[in-house]
């Protein structure tokens, strides 16, 4: 089944706890995602990557580190986590071109005290 | 840069009723444009999309869109509501970044109550 995977689905942790999400994809797809969802703003995009070790910002890129060393693989670090980086987290993938859809993952819940 | 507004936050329809989601954009050109659903709990899944040609969009679930250049919208629409389409709708604009790839922007989402 083709599908976008994230881990851990559900995080609470402390200020300043070092941490990763990962994400991975199966449908060979080059272009991958991810995003935070806040109430009343949407989802806005925090970095992207084209390709394996091609990476950029998105819109909200403070506080957070991404790396692509395997094409399926696009995990969301954040090296010192603070209490406004509480959010829901979608990673998304698509096929590099222009024009074609974005399959998301479920969704990760993370909360920093 | 593009812009995508949705301007209800809420809305509440009766089960049955037809269904009108609103969605403007602004950008110099056609963008892509898609709506996207999240169900509670669950990530977006795509309804439909537009890229070019005919202008009214038929997408999964019985929904379908309207692309009015004139007025920079892409309005959803559903003749009738079911219980289980009440869930959150997302407008997206996608348009071509300086390195040919697409950036989508998403609109801040309208939540779709649906009563008996």
């Known amino acids: 089944e083709a599908q976008v995977t994230q881990n851990p689905r559900y995080l609470i942790t402390v200020t300043g706890k070092k941490l990763t999400v990962t994400c991975s994809q199966n449908?060979?797809?080059?272009?991958m995602s991810w995003y935070r969802q806040d109430p009343g703003l949407g989802l806005r995009q925090i970095y992207y990557s084209m390709n394996v070790e091609v990476t950029d910002k998105g819109d909200v890129p403070e506080g957070y580190k991404v790396s692509r060393k395997e094409k399926r693989n696009f995990p969301l670090i954040l090296e010192s986590p603070s209490p406004n980086q509480t959010s829901l987290y979608f990673c998304?993938?698509?096929?590099?071109?222009?024009?074609?859809?974005?399959?998301f993952g479920p969704g990760t819940r993370l909360t920093v005290t | 840069a593009q812009s995508v507004t949705q301007p209800d936050i809420h809305i509440t329809v009766s089960e049955g009723a037809s269904l009108e989601l609103r969605c403007n954009y602004s950008y110099g050109a056609t963008p892509y444009l898609f709506w996207y659903v999240q169900s509670p709990g669950q990530g977006l899944q795509l309804l439909l999309k537009y890229f070019s040609g005919d202008t009214l969009v038929q997408g999964i679930k019985g929904f379908e869109a309207e692309f009015k250049r004139s007025q920079s919208s892409f309005n959803l629409r559903k003749p009738s509501v079911h219980w289980s389409d009440a869930a959150e709708y997302f407008c997206?604009?996608?348009?071509?970044?300086?390195?040919?790839?697409?950036?989508?922007?998403f609109g801040t989402g309208t939540k779709l109550q649906v009563i008996p």
């Open positions: 449908m060979n797809h080059e272009y």
């Open positions: 997206a604009v996608g348009t071509p970044n300086s390195g040919g790839y697409q950036k989508v922007t």
């Open positions: 998304a993938s698509s096929p590099a071109t222009l024009n074609y859809e974005q399959y």
